[in-house]
């Protein structure tokens, strides 16, 4: 007999799942799109597991992220923090996660999908804009086409192009079957820190022989360009050429993959900020263990 691969059991898990999580956000009054595998296997795959993820990426509108954050706690799911970082994760993080009860999968609950100061892909607008999706398991609420390519962009850039390539296969199968309004996403991408990405992700694409169009560059856009692609590989596969420096990344890499002048003094101070804040919440932990993370 036959075992279904471990693909296709988290993808009937996540099936079952976005009943309750759709549910959490009616109750609190936000639409819920789901991200990556949780969109794209079964609106991209077929729903067969052949696109997997380690959770289920949800997005929320940010004023009700935390009203969402706690309908889960209520339902058994438990907020994931590190220790000495509890400033960090409660206002910093774009994103939460949840462990559920052994038959849920974890839950990384969005309120933004992008990382200032280097990148902005408003979560709002995003939410506005949003398209359900024909599937195998019915309409999926996730963002529209051109915002997919969009945030691919940014995810990438997000993790320093030290992640696999899963998400440009998302990509690469959405051109496929949805028309891209390429004007859009170029005039989106510029004030949003996103042009180096984005060129970069359609590189990619094209070497993948996909038919994606070559934007023009100006002479500044042409010197990151070429500075990107000193550190980033782009035919076909959309990675690192080296490992990543955490230091020589923030001071040097981000900036000129953000483009923006005011990104790097924005992320010394949020930084030093940040790591004050999360040893003074840590002390007040641990004197009083009642303080919620």
Known sequence: MDHPSPGLVQSLLIKAQRRLLDGLGERVGTPVLYLKAAWADPVLYGG???RAGGDVDVLVRPRAFVAYARALEERGFRRYVVPWMRATFRWSYKAWTFEGRPRW???????GI?????????ADDCVDRAVAYD??????????????VLYAAAHYGNHRYSIDQKHLDDIERLLRVRPIDWAVVVDRARPLGLEVPLYLLLESL??????VPAPAE???LRWRMAYARRWVSTGPALERRFPMTRFSDNALRMPLLSGR??????FIAGYLSMRALDVAAELARRVAPGISP
Do not use: M, Y
């Open 206 to 211: 094209r070497a993948r022989g996909a038919e």
């Open 218 to 220: 100006t002479p500044a």
């Open 261 to 266: 002048t005011t990104a790097l003094p924005r």
């Open 105 to 111: 999968v974890t839950v990384d609950l969005h309120r």
């Open 135 to 148: 599937s195998v398991d019915g309409p999926i609420l996730s963002l529209c086409p051109e915002d997919q």
């Open 48 to 50: 067969r597991g052949e």
């Open 114 to 122: 992008a990382e200032p100061p280097w990148f902005d892909l408003p």
